[in-house]
Antibody
Framework: QVQLQESGPGLVKPSETLSLTCTVSGGSVSSGNYYWSWIRQPPGKGLEWIGYIYFSGTTNYNPSLKSRVTISVDTSKNQFSLNLSSVTAADTAVYYC?????????????WGQGTTVTVSS | EIVLTQSPGTLSLSPGDRAALSCRASQSVISSYLVWYQQKPGQAPRLLIYGASTRATGIPDRFSGSVSGTDFTLTISRLESEDFAVYYCQHYGSSSGITFGQGTRLDIK
């Protein structure tokens, strides 16, 4: 079955760019049936959607983060990536990648295990 | 912007009880765009319900979803020990994208 795995630095300095990659196994990011998403969860808090990308490169971002977010896809590596610029302590969170159905509710039916990113000098 | 308000914040019940978790949308929404997730400590969320009332693959039939206007309800008919977790609702809107409720914690009484 499809599995997702996040990877990237666990510590990022304030004002720098957070970069994470999600590797897809058992399936293809080139599938036209899904969007590939990023979601985060600050410590002890709820879920926040960051954005998603389609295999063609079409993106949709959370309006509150849009100015700082870039999501890209590499079909040759079966990966998609998140860049979040100008980070502050408020960006400290567990970051999840997930697969979302490409119609209706955009329900996310496969999730990575999550990776913790701390923003600190 | 659509805001999803979940209530109660915390619900304390016993195994075997019936649980009803609420998710209210701040404005009229497409009801079929409502989703429910379950999250246990240290784990990623798990999809329970999509389309407001359709169970995801492998989800037991004690979980059900319903809607009345802008009020959505996740019902767990008879709680089992593994059901104690945090539950989130989620909605997709064409202008706002994906929005989550703040979550309801279901605790063992």
């Amino acid at each position: 079955q499809v599995q997702l795995q996040e990877s990237g630095p666990g510590l990022v300095k304030p004002s720098e760019t957070l970069s994470l990659t999600c590797t897809v196994s058992g399936g293809s990011v080139s599938s036209g049936n899904y969007y590939w998403s990023w979601i985060r969860q600050p410590p002890g808090k709820g879920l926040e959607w960051i954005g998603y990308i389609y295999f063609s490169g079409t993106t949709n971002y959370n309006p509150s983060l849009k100015s700082r977010v870039t999501i890209s896809v590499d079909t040759s590596k079966n990966q998609f990536s998140l860049n979040l610029s100008s980070v502050t302590a408020a960006d400290t969170a567990v970051y999840y990648c997930a697969r979302a159905i490409n119609w209706g509710s955009r329900a996310m039916n496969v999730w990575g295990q999550g990776t913790t990113v701390t923003v600190s000098s | 912007e659509i805001v999803l308000t979940q209530s109660p914040g915390t619900l304390s019940l016993s195994p075997g009880d019936r649980a009803a978790l609420s998710c209210r949308a701040s404005q009229s929404v497409i009801s079929s765009y409502l989703v429910w997730y379950q999250q246990k400590p240290g784990q990623a969320p798990r999809l329970l319900i999509y389309g407001a009332s359709t169970r995801a693959t492998g989800i037991p039939d004690r979980f059900s979803g319903s809607v009345s206007g802008t009020d959505f309800t996740l019902t767990i008919s008879r709680l089992e020990s593994e059901d104690f977790a945090v539950y989130y609702c989620q909605h997709y809107g064409s202008s706002s994208g994906i929005t989550f409720g703040q979550g309801t914690r279901l605790d063992i009484k």
